[in-house]
């Protein structure tokens, strides 16, 4: 059974940083994309960055160059490494997995195309 849980969020001032962990059990590396998603009062869940089997990474473009999204492998943990935040980055914070693609990560996703989920953690920006 796959169980994914969040920790890590808070609130920081815009320029900050702060680094989320996503503790999974019964997810495969081989078999399973990983992704970091974000949704913010009154918008869309909107993917953040994905990780594949052989630890390849994606990133949308708002978050290009500042967030990092990396593993333990033998922790059973996944990072987001968050720097320069901005008040935009504000949002509630999820961890996804699906295996639907074999371990790989496709370019768009959608958050309807992952399986599992963690129960989020808050992210808060200010000015």
């Known amino acids: 059974q796959v169980q994914l849980m969040e920790s890590g969020g808070g609130s920081v001032h815009a320029g900050g940083s702060l680094r989320l962990s996503c503790t999974t059990s019964g997810v495969i590396k081989s078999q399973y994309c990983m992704a970091w998603f974000r949704q913010a009062p009154g918008k869309e869940r909107e993917v953040v960055a994905r990780l594949a089997r052989d630890d390849s990474t994606i990133y949308a473009l708002s978050v290009l160059g500042r967030f990092t999204v990396s593993r333990d492998a033998a922790a059973n943990t996944l990072y987001l490494q968050m720097d320069r935040l901005k008040p935009e980055d504000t949002a509630m914070y999820y961890c996804?997995?699906?295996?639907?693609?074999?371990?790989?990560?496709?370019?768009?996703?959608?958050?309807?195309?992952?399986?599992?989920w963690g129960q989020g953690t808050q992210v808060t920006v200010s000015s």
């Open positions: 996804a997995t699906t295996q639907q693609w074999g371990g790989w990560c496709p370019g768009a996703p959608s958050a309807g195309d992952f399986s599992h």
